[in-house]
């Protein structure tokens, strides 16, 4: 967000939220008076999502070539705020809205009544369990298969899978643990309970508290030992990586690692991270496509009666570094 507004892009008011600037003067001039062409974009996590920059500048291409200014809001994953936003686009003239929910399971009454008004609503990178709208997001459950299909090849067959308990209601996790089961199911490979380690009903002070308590967990005496470890994203796999070293267990020599996000510290980990890639800005190009056909659609009155809800599945890239290796028989 703070390369937006160093760009120029947008600008924040404390207290509000962040607003994309005008293309220019004249753009500013035609929309004055003029039917709304507002759009809110409300999404989970900007301040430390690592992907909230590329996102924006996909949906900023579109929304900006068509003379549409963007509002965007950030809830924390907090879903009060979560509903206080969808509550103000209600309150206000807005064309439609792009929204990240932070929960697969959650209720969001307010969606219900911009679907009864018309407003057409786009779901970003998740979805929501109780709600047929439209959306855009990566193949996770691809991704995650391919990652361990991948380390079949490599001879691997202990493949232990590593997660947040907290994040087991977001959607594209819930997606990237099927596609770890798909994955074994393909190589006839027994899912071990001792070695898929998502939501063990603890309590933990703090997630890295949780990382590195699994982790020790997985390598405790007279357990099966995983040859190599997997996990939805690359936080826990770069927490998972300190602490193997400090039990002095080295990757990749004795155990393989992946991730998934290719962030920034993934690719600088003192052993390069093996992980999976999204285009984040080929996602919010595409969502913001999708949300001007919607509204395009409205205004004309081509959306009479009941239109099903389009769900559009992006493409990722495996990227292999340093951190995986083959074993021998």
């Known amino acids: 967000m703070q390369e937006l507004v160093r760009d120029g892009f947008a600008y924040t008011i404390p207290g509000r939220g962040c607003f994309v600037s005008a293309v220019n003067g004249e753009a500013a001039k035609r929309r004055k008076g003029s039917v709304s062409r507002r759009i809110m974009c409300i999404l ?6 690592h992907a909230s920059p590329s996102l924006l500048q996909g949906v900023l291409q579109i929304t900006q070539a068509k003379d549409f200014s963007l509002e965007i809001y950030d809830t924390g994953r907090d879903h009060v705020r ?23 399971d959650r209720k969001y009454k307010h969606l219900f009544e911009l679907h009864k008004r018309g407003i057409p609503v786009v779901l970003v990178d998740r979805t929501i369990r109780w709600y047929e709208l439209d959306s855009v997001t990566s193949d996770n459950i691809g991704a995650v298969r391919e990652v361990v299909r991948y380390l079949v090849r490599l001879g691997h067959k202990n493949i232990a899978y590593l997660g947040l308990n907290k994040d087991q209601g977001i959607s594209s996790i819930i997606e990237r643990n099927e596609g770890y089961h798909l994955g074994m199911k393909d190589a006839r490979i027994r899912v071990r309970p001792e070695l898929k380690l998502m939501d063990d009903g603890r309590e933990y002070r703090d997630n890295a508290t949780e990382v590195n308590a699994k982790v020790k967990r997985l390598f405790s005496r007279g357990g099966v030992r995983p040859t190599a470890i997997v996990t939805p994203n690359d936080w826990i796999a770069i927490q998972a990586f300190h602490t193997l070293k400090s039990l002095g267990i080295a990757v990749p020599a004795e155990v393989s690692l992946v991730g998934f996000d290719d962030t920034i510290n993934a690719r600088t980990l003192e052993v390069p991270l093996t992980t999976v890639q999204q285009d984040w800005f080929a996602l919010g ?33 495996l990227v292999i570094r340093q951190s995986v290796r083959r074993i021998r028989p």
């Open 44 to 49: 989970s996590d900007v301040r430390e999502d």
């Open 82 to 104: 979560e509903n206080a936003f969808l509550n103000k686009s209600l309150k206000e003239p807005v064309s439609g809205v792009l929204f990240t929910p932070a929960g697969h």
């Open 285 to 317: 190009r595409c969502a913001a496509e999708l949300l001007l056909r919607r509204i395009r659609e409205r205004c004309s009155g081509a959306r009479a009666g009941v239109v099903s809800a389009q769900h559009i599945t992006l493409r990722t890239r």
